[in-house]
């Protein structure tokens, strides 16, 4: 804060002082650190431009590059000196199909429909209907957009469960050929990811995309940190004040402002709120600036949150995938889950539904070749009854357990959670192990998935149900596409593209 | 890469010096703290996002921790990915010299390791305990 603007504090923010009072001023420290500005309080702009986007990840440079092509002058602030977010230390993975030109070159077919009906399955009770639809619809135009900007795809396909380490670009990168999906929706590899090796497909998406960005004319300037949105009286968002080197600055958005900070999974506070059961898994999983900034200023100006509770939790069991022969069961010695899902619902399922305790069961045959960092191991026995044992499992439940798996695996059957044959085996061959998956333990790979409340057009939407003029968010700083349990990857990145570019469309054609 | 310019090589001066100023007179507190390679195991998580310190795993978004006490920082054969500072400085890795800059992760604001950073001297020493293991 400059000395001027300290004399002209805004009868809001001593508004929401008086509120911190009311409802612990620990809770609103923070919120009144984000409160927006009011435009009467800004004596100079430092800089003025169409759109303004806040982060740098794969959501802001998607709208960036959509505001440039809509013939907007745009300027992205990123925090960090080295620009791309958690985008670029992801798997770069952009779910799409409906017969991408990729799809149809690996000879697989795909349809829109199915695509629809696995992503509104897969997303359950929360899955946001209308994103879906648009997602879906706008899946083909996406490939192309993306390819067009530089992003390399090579011409192979990988039937690993995971993201290879080979530089392939298309793979099943979620439950599809899972049940109960496999019966739902016809099943297509639908992982898209620039080619790149050992998994480093974001840091090759996010490199196309910035130099995209840098050939088409977005200003990007970086350590620059985002502190406060600036609004009219009439609640329009116009701006931001920015600190750079210790300054405060304030910049002018004609056509809007773009929250794509990211979601808050480094945030102590905000995660042990609104998410504790994430909050007590490790690691946390993002890059630094997932501190919540974007959502904070959202709330700060009236907007709405969802799904703040939900996240990506990710167990990987796999790879290699013959463990998955062994059964996943909690502490009551019960399986809980069809074992060859997508490893984001097995640790959905230990972190929220089975109090953050369950052990992976194997046996010789089903056991990792050689000690793991992702599991300890639990216990070893000569027996089911001793493992059951050593590992506090009620007398005989384990035993149960086991007996009525081996007797259907041995005829290729799973009648209670329908695990692919592929991956069914009858436990049998000593020493018998407990891998433990408590949260305390295992290795679960978190970040939030919860954040604004936006519509079609990415503008954010206030608690009145308005959204709210001037504002729009994307990527993880909104409750997007991805729900929980996170079933597919590639659904977080695709939405922060797809809504990225949603977002300064929407500003291109209406003037603030 | 951009040139290294004026400022940020001041920058790296400034990070060299507080290096050193660790290193030379190291508080007895972060001496006396014996690290828990169980424990770091869970610690080290986070940076598998970009790091793996296996043998023969090679490089993520971040070069391969195999072996890296006593090697020359900024040199691994096949990481095109260093930032000019680090590929500059030439200096070999230290449990000392990791801490310090795991401790305060503004110590090299160029480099291409974007992290939350690790308050915790315990935490800390954990991970080196736990990343010490993986050598020859």
Redesign the interface.
């Known amino acids: 804060m400059t000395r001027s603007s300290r004399q002209h504090r805004t009868t809001r923010r001593d508004f929401l002082r008086t509120l911190g009072g009311l409802g612990g001023a620990a809770a609103l420290a923070g919120a009144a650190d984000a409160a927006p500005l009011g435009t009467r309080e800004v004596r100079h702009w430092d800089d003025k431009t169409d759109l303004l986007v806040l982060g740098s990840g794969a959501a802001g440079i998607a709208a960036a590059l959509e505001g440039r092509q809509q013939g907007l002058d745009v300027l992205v602030v990123e925090k ?3 620009p791309g977010g958690t985008s ?2 992801s798997g770069g993975v952009c779910y799409l199909g409906g017969g991408t030109p990729l799809q149809k070159a690996l000879r697989f077919e795909d349809s829109i429909e199915a695509m629809h009906a696995y992503l509104i399955a897969a997303g359950g009770v929360h899955a946001p209907r209308e994103k879906i639809d648009a997602y879906c619809e706008g899946s083909l135009e996406q490939f192309d957009w993306l390819v067009a900007q530089g992003v390399v795809y090579a011409r192979r396909y990988s039937d690993e469960k995971e993201l290879s380490h080979e530089p392939a670009s298309l793979y099943y990168c979620g439950s599809e050929r899972v049940h109960p999906f496999n019966e739902i929706a016809r099943p297509a590899p639908r992982g898209h990811v620039p080619a790149a ?4 497909g ?2 090759a998406l996010m490199e196309a995309l910035l130099a995209s960005a840098s050939r088409q004319g977005v200003r990007l300037r970086t ?1 620059v940190s985002a502190r406060r949105l600036i609004v009219e009286s009439d609640g329009r968002v116009v701006g931001a004040a920015v600190e750079e080197g210790g300054q405060v600055r304030y910049l002018r958005a004609r056509r809007g402002v773009v929250l794509a900070t990211g979601g808050f999974v ?1 945030n102590p506070g905000m995660l042990q709120l609104h998410a504790p059961e994430l909050a007590a898994c ?8 997932d501190l919540g900034d974007g959502i904070r200023m959202g709330l700060a100006v009236g907007g709405n949150v969802l799904r703040m509770n939900q996240g990506f939790a990710v167990l990987p069991l796999y790879p290699p995938e013959h463990v998955l022969k062994g059964i996943v069961v909690n502490a009551t010695g019960q399986r809980f889950v069809n074992e060859d899902v997508y490893y984001g619902e097995i640790g959905h399922e230990v972190v929220y539904h089975q109090g953050g305790r369950a052990f992976l069961i194997v046996d010789a045959d089903s056991d990792y070749p050689a000690p793991d ?1 992702r599991l ?1 191991v639990a216990a070893q026995a000569d027996t089911i009854a001793a493992l059951e044992r050593a590992i506090a499992i009620p007398e005989g439940a384990l035993q149960q357990t086991v007996d009525y798996y081996n007797r259907h695996a041995a005829e290729g059957r799973d009648p209670l959670w329908h695990k692919d044959r592929a991956f069914l085996a009858p436990l049998q061959r000593a020493p018998f192990k407990a891998y433990d998956l408590s949260v305390e ?1 295992a ?1 679960i ?1 978190v970040h939030t998935l919860g954040g604004l409340q936006t519509d079609l057009d990415a503008r954010v939407i206030g608690a009145w149900g308005e959204p709210i003029p001037g504002l729009y968010a994307a990527g993880r700083a909104t409750a997007g596409i991805p729900t929980a349990p996170y079933r597919s990857s590639g659904t977080s990145i695709g939405d922060c593209i797809f809504f990225g570019r949603r977002a300064a469309r929407h500003a291109a054609r209406h003037a603030t | 890469m951009r040139a290294m310019t004026a400022a940020t090589k001041t920058v790296w001066g400034l990070a060299l010096a507080a290096i050193a100023g660790l290193v030379l007179a190291p508080s007895a507190k972060a001496q006396d703290i014996k690290g828990d390679p169980a424990r770091g ?3 080290f ?6 790091h793996y310190p ?1 043998k023969g795993f ?4 971040g070069p391969s921790l195999y072996g890296i006490f006593g090697r020359k920082s900024g040199t691994q054969p096949g990481f095109r ?1 260093y930032s000019e500072m680090l590929k500059r400085a030439q200096f070999v890795w230290t449990p000392e010299l990791l801490d310090a800059w795991l401790a305060n ?1 503004d110590m090299l ?4 390791m ?4 690790l308050p915790d001297a315990q935490d800390r020493a954990d991970l080196i305990a736990y990343l010490a293991q993986f050598r020859d």
Request: charged share 20%.
């Open positions: 960090f000196r080295v670029s230390l090796e050992n998994q480093t974001g840091r350590g480094h490790r690691p946390h999983w993002g890059r630094a600036g960092y300890v333990n290795f790979a | 195991r869970q610690v998580a986070a940076c598998r996002t970009c296996e090679g490089h993520h978004n990915y992760p604001p160029e480099s291409t974007v992290f939350v950073g």
